[in-house]
């Protein structure tokens, strides 16, 4: 019996993350009443899983961190390297973008410390797609995929809007450009 409702408490919490991530995505502001109905669970349920919404947002984050990263090699499967890094890296835009649209949500020692703990991910999956790439004779090989990462950081800065994701491929398409130029000249002079 304990393991029938530990399966059911699983697909609850699974079920609240799958609606969670569209529903603060579509209005930051989301109550987690409307997240409940959303998944089909009562709000005690969803207490249970997530006692306060930073709680529920920060699951939500590490979660589809976790998928986008889990994606690469379907991405480098399905794509020639550089499409797989364009597909990834508006992929990461598009969750960024949610992540800043929560604002002062994700500004608690314990939400920067759930951020920092995706780094390392973000960048080994990002090293993961420029050494396919370089392998290739797409882009140069020896890019700092951190380097990459604060690249990428204006796609979440675009406005929001059919504009701003209009630029965000011209910004995108720019640092692919930045990727496949000669050597880069090291700043420090050695």
């Known amino acids: 019996m304990a393991d029938i409702r530990r399966a059911d408490a699983q697909r609850n919490r699974a079920r609240i993350l799958e609606v969670a991530y569209p529903a ?5 502001e989301v109550s987690l009443n409307a997240i409940a109905k959303l998944a089909g ?4 349920t969803l207490y249970r899983h997530f006692p306060t919404r930073e709680a529920l947002v920060l699951a939500v984050y590490q979660e589809e961190v976790a998928n986008l990263v889990a994606s ?16 990834w890296a508006r ?5 960024a973008r949610m992540k800043h ?3 002062e949500a994700l500004t608690s020692d314990a939400a920067q410390a759930v951020i ?3 780094w390392g991910p973000v960048s080994r999956a990002i090293a993961t797609l420029l050494e396919a790439a370089a392998t290739r004779g797409d882009i140069r090989a020896g890019i700092d995929p951190n380097d990459v990462i604060l ?4 796609l979440w800065r675009v406005p929001a809007g059919e504009a701003g994701l209009i630029q965000a491929d011209r910004l995108l398409e720019m640092i692919v450009g930045s990727l496949q130029c000669g050597p880069v000249p090291d700043p420090s002079g050695r």
């Open 72 to 87: 690469v090699d379907d991405l480098l499967r399905e794509n020639e390297p550089l499409d797989a890094f364009r597909s």
């Open 24 to 28: 603060f995505a579509d209005d930051p």
């Open 91 to 95: 992929a990461l835009a598009v969750h």
């Open 116 to 118: 920092g703990a995706t």
């Open 151 to 154: 690249l990428l950081s204006c």
């Open 41 to 44: 669970v009562g709000p005690g």
């Open 101 to 103: 649209g929560l604002g």
